[in-house]
């Protein structure tokens, strides 16, 4: 049996990003959980983000903005970046989070955060509530104690231990336990 729950936002588990947008001198961060990967060529990200919030004017004047990915720790400031606007605080100050240089663009990414992406806007569009802007990524970053110790060419996700939001039910999680590799279980469907 399923229960019919009509158009709402759902979708669960997402990211739950820090996204810093305008340059070094007086950048802003907000939380965006309307995130996703959207091309391999280029490396392309989306974001959305309501169309009442201080953050969409940066990003449209600046045309970049960084993705921060916090580790589960983070839970507090990232709930704060989301609630607070940057019109009227410093959430760099507020939160204690540390922006580094970035190395393509003006826009700085979060030293704390151990995975960061910079990117450039190639599209803005209009939907309902939001605007969705996609980033080409320019530059990635990660944490180099959150490589793989068997393969350095390979993020340790235990290690970054990223995280999650679960609109339904207004919480933040931790990712689960690893239950095999990707691009396997077809093999294993087929055989049985």
């Not at 990211?15 to 490396?43: F, H, Q």
Request: net charge positive; with cysteine; hydrophobic share 35%.
């Amino acid at each position: 049996m399923k229960t019919p729950l009509k158009n709402k936002d759902i979708f669960f588990p997402v990211p739950a990003a820090l996204v810093v947008c305008g340059e070094s001198m007086n950048p802003n961060i907000i939380t965006v959980a309307w995130i996703g990967m959207v091309s391999s060529t280029p490396p392309s990200i989306q974001i959305s983000i309501n169309k009442e919030r201080h953050s969409l004017q940066l990003i449209r004047s600046h045309k970049e903005f960084t993705v921060n990915i916090p580790s589960s720790s983070l839970f507090r400031e990232t709930d704060y970046c989301g609630i607070v606007s940057g019109r009227t605080t410093n959430k760099f100050a507020d939160t204690k989070l540390t922006p580094l240089n970035s190395i393509a663009i003006k826009t700085p990414i979060i030293k704390e955060c151990p995975f960061n992406m910079e990117c450039k806007v190639i599209h803005e569009l209009e939907i309902g509530s939001h605007v969705m802007f996609v980033g080409e990524i320019i530059e990635a970053h990660i944490d180099t104690d959150k490589m793989s110790t068997e393969n350095r060419a390979q993020v340790d996700i235990d290690k970054v231990d990223p995280l999650v939001y679960c609109a339904t039910i207004r919480e933040y999680r931790k990712i689960g336990r690893k239950l095999g590799d990707a691009y396997q279980s077809g093999l294993t469907l087929i055989n049985r």
